[in-house]
């Protein structure tokens, strides 16, 4: 199963908006609303943003946004700020043998 | 607070064998799927294993047959048997609970514990 594709990096002003993609297949993003995005800033763990495509959990800012058409799915962070700097992965459920991927990844800066 | 906790990390040699463990406080392991994420140094994040509440478990392909994870329910904690460890395998390992959603959205994290195979 390889890994799903995203741009190495994207990059924005202050209060811009920014949108992320994540390219899979059939087999895994384009067939389930499972995908997953998850913020990391350096040397700590991942947090979740969003999960089955387009749900926040409790806590999250709702500056950040997702979606999907086809085998693409999309992250977006509206009002872009300082602290979301970091890197951003998506993950998806697969009908492999591995049931979960994640992407490649994706370094946001803010400029 | 819910939190896990991993530990077990460590140098090892190359064939070596290593366990890592993640305790789980607040919430209940058997009850959530539970999943293995590595990321190698300067590299993404890699599922490595997961286990749903009913037991039944999967591994990526890059570690089936060799990384294990598993569950004891008495204690609240996660496993993961590492045997016949490779160079590649040297990551920083981290627990996660998929609660949230029809696929398990990773929602707890810890802190991470680093495995370095190494001769």
């Known amino acids: 199963q390889s890994a799903l594709t995203q741009p190495a990096s994207v990059s924005g002003s202050p209060g811009q908006s920014i949108t992320i993609s994540c390219t899979g297949t059939t087999s895994d993003v384009g067939s389930y609303n499972s995908v997953s995005w998850y913020q990391q800033h350096p040397a700590k763990a991942p947090k979740l943003l969003i999960y089955?495509?387009?749900n926040r959990p409790s806590g999250v800012s709702n500056r950040f946004s997702g979606s999907k058409s086809g085998n693409t799915a999309s992250l977006t962070i509206s009002g872009l700020q300082a602290e979301d700097e970091a890197d951003y992965y998506c993950?998806?459920?697969?009908?492999?043998?591995?049931?979960?991927?994640f992407g490649t990844g994706t370094k946001v800066t803010v400029l | 607070e819910v939190q896990v906790v991993e530990s077990g990390g460590g140098l090892i040699q190359p064939g070596g064998s290593l366990r890592l463990s993640c305790a789980a406080s607040?919430?209940?392991?058997?009850?959530?799927?539970m999943s293995w994420v590595r990321q190698a140094p300067g590299k993404g994040l890699e599922w490595v294993a997961v286990i749903y509440t009913g037991g039944t478990t999967y591994s990526a392909d890059s570690v089936k047959g060799r990384l294990t994870i598993a569950r004891d329910n008495s204690k609240n904690t996660l496993f993961l048997q590492m045997n016949s460890l490779r160079a590649e395998d040297t990551a920083v390992y981290y627990c996660?609970?998929?609660?949230?959603?029809?696929?398990?959205?990773?929602?707890?994290w810890g802190q991470g514990t680093t495995v370095t195979v190494s001769s």
């Open positions: 607040k919430f209940t392991v058997s009850s959530d799927c």
């Open positions: 996660a609970r998929g609660s949230l959603g029809t696929y398990y959205g990773l929602d707890v």
């Open positions: 089955d495509v387009s």
């Open positions: 993950s998806s459920y697969t009908s492999s043998s591995t049931p979960y991927v």
